[in-house]
């Protein structure tokens, strides 16, 4: 990375125009003036408005001298989603993963397992935070940037997704908003209501939504057991069903005071509570094997409920002329609970196996931090800052079992109802420097340290982890000469992705039915953070108020790379040691490597109107993307980073009608399958390999928008018109010569269902 700074600032500092083309370039921008003997008559000067408010998305986009893209409430409300999720996977190089219609990891430019950083007012949200419980009734803008920044984290390989939750700097209006959605004739209703008010020298907001959500799963999965000569050793047939109702419950709301100096204070809170009731039945039907199943018949009942509460609040305090010192403060506090009651009936029969799994975690946190923002010298604005973190999290986890009525139940890991304790300290220093050249060229360079500590006491001792990360970060754009709709920015960045802490520390997770391709799963506490080099191209054409066309490329080098390794422990493991052998597999987060990911990315994005005269009031939407990745150390040809797939495309229109109150709009997205080696063992005495595929998505959303009156509309919309089944195939093939060659796949099928929503919305 030092090599690369000094050549990446020659690239950038040393490439001027010209004197002449510059002096051209400033006359073109500069106000014409007349001479004094000229005796053209005076033009009226036209009258200039100056708004404290935010810029609109598009031109705070094109201003950035680190690329980030601003997502506001017009793309929120498209749609008239009722999960933030669905928001996101229209956006570009963002995917969900995860089947349509149930969420999952959000991902950009398809890297999973945290490479994609989601930050919540610009901080880390609450543990156990899940975007897809967040109502986008409650954010006010998304932005998403594809490259790290001092001032936030550089826990960002693939990018950062900034959640910003309302702040109500330009509502004037009460607005209420009733909805509910059906799927499969279940009904989920909703209401969110946005109040803002002033008294005084106090401005506030209340943004609220509750709501409660119903459905209904289904799953058929095979399991197989295959030799290398042909014959079959195990083959199961098991299909589940699930039904569940959860009740949610968000609060967002806002205050703001402005002193008589000038200084002004910030406080929002946000809650996020909600429980859910849940009824599983499951049936497994073995054909073939000599081991009898776990279970013929499984009946289940769960209950679960939560509670994050976060708080944000910010100081800004004018230190005389332009400087000023922005202090922020938060905390957040958490818990989660959960039992689960689960009956296991044999084919003979016998009273049935009674298994009680319960789950109580507790999380705290405390933050501080600032930033100091000065002039500095001609074009340069200069900040630094720092920011503190501390966590605090206490869990129990308890798993007993009870064969027979008769006997005691007995705990099925040895850790089984002891309390697991965890804290994390975080420490970050940085300082930026935003640097405009001459008019057409403007640099960020920054740089910010981070230092991590986990610690975590257990009943087998003392877990400590400690890490840091020094990430310079080199962003710059160039506005071309003479076209002043194209500019092309250059980013060269390192960014770093820490294991998580339940990676490191986590009290075992037991498989439900354990296996090679269903294995428990643990930590490692010797994992090391995951450090990329990166290197971002984009070149981009703005058209009219809201419209571009960009293209981007990207490239990640990335050391240290984290991967889940198979094994089989054996005894003195205390579940192995009363097991079948074919029922000790266990999954552990190891460093494994380097490898490397680049792709490219296109985005159009317009309204014919301004394009043509009398064209139609059509809004169009697209964008492409397309992935390449290598993991050294794993064989190809599919040796992918983990979950990422070849492409991923959306395309959307919106039609407005002249004759009627009506808008008409859909979007598509599409990704194809994926296929990707997990891991990989060889050694002299085995080799062992796991290929992990899933289908592809197509997901149809189409809406229509009936504005009854200025203040009131109506919104029908159907989500996953296409209803595609997902399905997925886990394969492991383990070799142990002289022994046949075993290969144990798994292949699972989850139908998808449409959704049909309508939504009135109103202002008062």
Same mark, same amino acid.
């Given at each position: 990375?030092?090599?690369?700074?000094?050549?990446?600032?020659?690239?950038?500092?040393g490439?001027?125009?010209?004197?002449?083309?510059?002096d051209?370039?400033?006359?073109?921008?500069?106000?014409?003036?007349?001479? $004094?003997?000229?005796?053209?008559?005076?033009r009226?000067?036209?009258?200039?408005?100056?708004?404290?408010?935010?810029?609109d998305?598009?031109t705070?986009?094109?201003?950035?001298?680190?690329?980030?893209?601003?997502?506001?409430?017009?793309?929120?409300?498209?749609?008239?989603?009722t999960?933030?999720?669905?928001v996101?996977?229209?956006?570009?190089?963002?995917?969900i *993963?995860? %089947?349509? =219609?149930?969420?999952g990891?959000?991902?950009?430019?398809?890297?999973?397992?945290?490479?994609?950083q989601?930050?919540?007012?610009?901080?880390?949200?609450?543990?156990?935070?899940?975007?897809?419980? #967040?109502?986008?009734?409650?954010?006010?803008?998304?932005?998403v940037?594809? =490259?790290?920044i001092?001032?936030?984290?550089?826990?960002a390989?693939a *990018?950062?997704?900034?959640?910003?939750?309302?702040?109500?700097?330009?509502?004037?209006?009460?607005?209420?908003?009733v909805s509910?959605?059906i799927?499969?004739?279940?009904?989920?209703?909703?209401?969110?209501?946005?109040?803002?008010?002033?008294? =005084?020298?106090?401005?506030?907001?209340?943004?609220?939504?509750?709501?409660? &959500?119903r459905?209904?799963d289904?799953?058929?999965?095979?399991n197989?057991d295959?030799r290398d000569?042909?014959?079959?050793?195990?083959?199961?047939?098991?299909?589940?069903?699930?039904?569940?109702?959860s009740?949610?419950? &968000?609060?967002?709301?806002?205050?703001?005071?402005?002193?008589?100096?000038?200084?002004?204070?910030?406080?929002?809170?946000?809650?996020?509570?909600? %429980?859910?009731?849940?009824?599983?039945?499951?049936?497994?039907?073995?054909?073939i094997g000599?081991?009898?199943?776990?279970?013929?018949?499984?009946? *289940?009942?769960?209950?679960?409920?939560?509670?994050?509460?976060?708080?944000?609040?910010n100081w800004?305090?004018?230190? =005389?002329?332009?400087?000023?010192?922005?202090?922020?403060?938060?905390?957040?506090?958490?818990r989660?609970?959960?039992?689960?009651?689960r009956y296991?009936?044999?084919?003979?029969?016998?009273?049935?196996?009674?298994?009680?799994?319960?789950?109580?975690?507790?999380?705290r946190s405390?933050?501080?931090?600032?930033?100091?923002?000065?002039?500095?010298?001609q074009?340069?604005?200069?900040?630094? *800052?720092?920011?503190?973190?501390g966590?605090?999290?206490?869990?129990?986890?308890?798993s007993?079992?009870?064969?027979?009525?008769d006997?005691?139940?007995?705990?099925?890991?040895p850790?089984?109802?002891?309390?697991l304790?965890?804290?994390?300290?975080?420490?970050?220093?940085?300082a930026?420097?935003?640097?405009?050249?001459?008019?057409?060229?403007a640099?960020?360079v920054g740089?910010?340290?981070?230092?991590?500590?986990?610690t975590?006491?257990?009943?087998?001792?003392?877990?400590?982890?400690?890490?840091?990360?020094?990430?310079?970060?080199?962003?710059?754009?160039?506005?071309i000469?003479?076209?002043?709709?194209?500019?092309?920015?250059?980013?060269?960045?390192?960014?770093?992705?820490s294991?998580n802490?339940?990676?490191?520390?986590?009290v075992?997770?037991?498989?439900?039915l354990?296996s090679?391709?269903?294995?428990?799963?643990?930590?490692?506490?010797?994992?090391?953070?995951?450090? $990329?080099?990166?290197?971002?191209?984009?070149?981009?054409?703005?058209?009219?108020?809201?419209?571009?066309?960009?293209?981007?490329?990207?490239?990640?080098?990335?050391?240290?790379?984290?991967?889940?390794? #198979?094994?089989?422990?054996?005894p003195?493991d205390?579940?192995?040691?009363? $097991?079948p052998e074919s029922?000790c597999?266990?999954?552990?987060?190891?460093?494994?490597? &380097?490898?490397?990911?680049?792709?490219?990315?296109?985005?159009?994005k317009?309204?014919?109107?301004?394009?043509?005269e009398?064209?139609?009031?059509i809004?169009f939407?697209?964008?492409?993307? &397309?992935?390449?990745s290598?993991?050294?150390?794993?064989?190809?040809?599919?040796?992918?980073?983990?979950?990422?797939?070849?492409?991923?495309a959306?395309?959307?229109?919106?039609?407005?009608?002249?004759?009627?109150?009506?808008t008409?709009?859909?979007?598509?997205?599409?990704?194809?399958?994926?296929?990707?080696?997990?891991?990989?063992?060889?050694?002299a005495?085995?080799?062992? %390999?796991?290929v992990?595929?899933?289908s592809?998505?197509?997901?149809?959303?189409?809406y229509?928008?009936?504005?009854?009156?200025?203040?009131?509309?109506?919104?029908?919309? $159907?989500?996953?018109?296409?209803?595609?089944?997902?399905?997925?195939?886990n394969?492991?093939?383990?070799?142990?010569?002289?022994?046949?060659?075993?290969?144990?796949?798994?292949?699972?099928?989850?139908?998808?269902?449409?959704?049909?929503?309508?939504?009135?919305?109103?202002?008062f």
């Open positions: 990375m030092s090599k690369l700074i000094p050549y990446a600032c020659l690239a950038l500092f490439a001027h125009l010209p004197a002449s083309a510059q051209a370039a400033a006359a073109d921008q500069a106000p014409a003036v007349a001479p $004094a003997q000229s005796a053209a008559p005076a009226a000067i036209p009258q200039v408005t100056i708004s404290g408010g935010r810029a998305d598009m705070e986009r094109r201003n950035s001298t680190a690329g980030k893209q601003v997502y506001g409430r017009e793309e929120l409300d498209r749609n008239g989603d999960s933030l999720g669905d996101l996977k229209r956006l570009p190089g963002v995917t *993963g995860g %089947r349509a =219609g149930r969420g990891d959000v991902r950009m430019r398809g890297l999973g397992s945290g490479y994609t989601v930050l919540l007012n610009g901080e880390r949200p609450p543990a156990g935070f899940s975007m897809e419980s #967040l109502s986008p009734d409650q954010v006010e803008r998304v932005e940037m594809r =490259g790290p001092a001032e936030h984290s550089t826990r390989i *990018g950062t997704i900034n959640i910003v939750l309302r702040d109500g700097y330009q509502q004037r209006d009460i607005q209420l908003k509910d959605s799927e499969q004739g279940r009904h989920s209703p909703n209401v969110s209501v946005t109040m803002p008010g002033k008294i =005084g020298a106090l401005t506030y907001s209340f943004s609220g939504s509750i709501g409660e &959500h459905q209904h289904q799953t058929q999965t095979v197989q295959l000569d042909g014959v079959v050793t195990k083959q199961q047939l098991i299909q589940n069903s699930s039904a569940g109702t009740q949610n419950l &968000h609060l967002t709301p806002r205050l703001s005071y402005k002193f008589d100096n000038g200084d002004t204070l910030n406080f929002q809170p946000f809650v996020m509570a909600s %429980r859910g009731d849940n009824t599983s039945h499951s049936v497994l039907e073995q054909s000599d081991i009898a199943p776990e279970y013929h018949v499984e009946d *289940g009942a769960t209950h679960s409920s939560s509670t994050f509460v976060r708080g944000f609040g800004i305090h004018r230190l =005389g002329g332009p400087a000023k010192l922005d202090v922020k403060f938060g905390f957040g506090m958490g989660r609970d959960s039992d689960a009651l296991q009936y044999d084919t003979a029969g016998n009273p049935p196996n009674r298994i009680t799994d319960t789950d109580a975690t507790r999380d405390a933050n501080t931090g600032g930033k100091y923002t000065s002039p500095l010298g074009g340069h604005m200069l900040a630094a *800052g720092w920011d503190l973190e966590t605090h999290r206490v869990q129990t986890r308890t007993l079992e009870q064969p027979k009525a006997q005691p139940a007995h705990p099925r890991f850790e089984s109802g002891d309390d304790s965890a804290d994390t300290r975080r420490v970050a220093v940085f930026q420097d935003e640097w405009d050249i001459t008019p057409q060229w640099a960020y740089a910010r340290w981070e230092g991590i500590r986990t975590s006491d257990r009943p087998t001792g003392t877990i400590s982890n400690t890490s840091s990360v020094f990430s310079p970060l080199l962003h710059g754009v160039w506005r000469p003479g076209f002043t709709k194209d500019q092309v920015r250059m980013s060269l960045t390192k960014s770093y992705k294991p802490v339940q990676d490191l520390i986590a075992p997770a037991l498989s439900r354990n090679a391709t269903s294995p428990d799963r643990t930590g490692n506490p010797n994992l090391k953070p995951e450090l $990329a080099t990166g290197l971002d191209l984009a070149y981009e054409h703005y058209l009219g108020r809201s419209g571009i066309l960009s293209a981007s490329a990207f490239v990640r080098d990335i050391d240290n790379l984290i991967r889940r390794q #198979l094994s089989q422990p054996g003195p205390a579940r192995c040691a009363a $097991a029922r597999w266990v999954s552990t987060p190891t460093n494994i490597g &380097h490898a490397r990911t680049s792709g490219i990315e296109l985005e159009a317009f309204q014919l109107v301004e394009l043509f009398d064209a139609p009031a809004d939407r697209s964008n492409y993307s &397309h992935f390449w290598r993991v050294d150390g794993i064989s190809g040809p599919d040796n992918r980073l983990d979950q990422q797939p070849k492409q991923t959306n395309i959307g229109l919106d039609y407005r009608m002249k004759a009627l109150p009506l008409l709009g859909g979007s598509f997205n599409w990704t194809p399958p994926i296929r990707v080696m997990t891991s990989e063992s060889v050694t005495q085995t080799v062992q %390999r796991q992990v595929e899933t592809r998505k197509r997901v149809l959303d189409m229509a928008l009936w504005k009854m009156t200025p203040q009131t509309q109506l919104r029908i919309s $159907a989500s996953n018109l296409l209803a595609d089944d997902a399905s997925g195939d394969l492991v093939y383990t070799s142990k010569p002289p022994e046949l060659g075993l290969a144990q796949m798994s292949s699972s099928l989850n139908p998808t269902y449409t959704v049909w929503s309508v939504r009135l919305e109103t202002k």
